[in-house]
């Protein structure tokens, strides 16, 4: 499979809820991204990573937690959301060695509602 | 701040009817401008980098061109297939800041 693939695509869980957001890449990049996708707002970037190191923590709530085991591998760790949190969340990757320059490859994201 | 303006927001043509739709950006050191498409239940699918003022490029029905304040995206004769929101993004100064618009919700009628 190439490409970058999210699960699940949707996701509904309670505020005292633990849940986790998966994306895996093909693509041979070595930068991933978590993006936060509200109606009527711009992408927000919540995570980056370069070489599995954290690079950017764009002041993100504590109840979201990444973690990039390897360079093909992101997840999203979710503990006590609000419903605030309810968006699509989209992971992509890139090609690090242009910052990006090359346009990132999303995923088709998680549609997360918090109840 | 970097700040990223789309108009319009939405827009309806008929198939076959040429339009542009615009980009207007301020931002400090623009390393790059991005347009991405994204369909419905789908993520932004990378279209173009333009890196320069002056600078154009070409997809199929779809020309992007830059100047220092504003990018256009022009749709020659479209086809219902190009219904989609249309993104646009900066990428400024520092590592990784990325800066996206809300988008332009485009609509070809057959």
């Known amino acids: 499979e190439t490409g970058v693939t999210q699960t699940p695509r949707h996701l509904v869980m309670g505020m005292t809820n633990k849940k986790s957001l998966k994306c895996e890449q093909h693509?041979?990049?070595?930068?991933m991204y978590w993006y936060k996708q509200s109606a009527k707002k711009p992408l927000e970037l919540m995570f980056v990573?370069?070489?599995?190191?954290?690079?950017e923590n764009n002041s993100v709530p504590s109840r979201f937690s990444p973690e990039c085991p390897n360079s093909s591998h992101l997840f999203l760790h979710l503990h006590t959301l609000q419903p605030e949190d309810s968006a699509l969340y989209l992971c992509?990757?890139?090609?690090?060695?242009?910052?990006?320059?090359?346009?990132?490859?999303f995923g088709s994201g998680t549609r997360l509602t918090v109840v | 701040e970097d700040q990223v303006t789309q108009s319009p927001e939405a827009l309806r043509l008929q198939e076959g009817e040429s339009s542009s739709l615009n980009c207007s950006y301020t931002?400090?050191?623009?390393?790059?401008l991005f347009w991405y498409r994204q369909d419905p239940g789908k993520g932004p699918e990378f279209l173009f980098t333009?890196?320069?003022a002056g600078e154009e490029k070409e997809k199929e029905r779809l020309k992007a061109t830059l100047t220092k304040k504003e990018s256009f995206l022009h749709i020659t004769a479209p086809k219902p297939e190009d219904s989609a929101t249309y993104l646009c993004?900066?990428?400024?100064?520092?590592?990784?800041?990325?800066?996206f618009g809300i988008g332009t919700k485009l609509q070809v009628i057959p």
């Open positions: 993004a900066v990428q400024a100064g520092g590592y990784q800041k990325v800066t």
């Open positions: 990573y370069s070489l599995e190191e954290r690079v």
């Open positions: 693509l041979g990049h070595n930068a």
């Open positions: 333009l890196y320069s």
């Open positions: 931002v400090s050191g623009l390393r790059g």
């Open positions: 992509a990757s890139s090609q690090d060695g242009a910052g990006g320059l090359n346009g990132y490859t």
